[in-house]
């Protein structure tokens, strides 16, 4: 275990572990998603507000399509990110 703490996630809500043990954390009011690994190292910052990203409330990978889905509050879309 490592501890995690990232000014860019007030309020972070959803956790999902990635087949590679990766973390996806979400940020509900930055509406910022950012992976972080196994040691609790910032690797990437997914998404922000700025890909219409407001309020996720879930978030899941899929290592078989490899896109990251999103789920959010305020509207009834489901956000589909491809991931490189």
Not at 61 to 80: A, C
Request: glycine share 6%.
């Amino acid at each position: 275990m490592a501890p995690f703490e990232d000014p860019e996630l007030p309020l972070p809500r959803v956790l999902h572990v990635t087949p590679a043990g990766q973390l996806l954390v979400s940020g509900w009011l930055s509406g910022t998603i950012i992976q972080v690994d196994s040691e609790g190292k910032r690797l990437a910052t997914l998404t922000t507000k700025s890909n219409e990203v407001c309020k996720p409330l879930s978030v899941c990978y899929s290592r078989h399509t490899s896109p990251i889905f999103v789920g959010q509050e305020e509207n009834d879309k489901i956000l589909v990110f491809r991931v490189e």
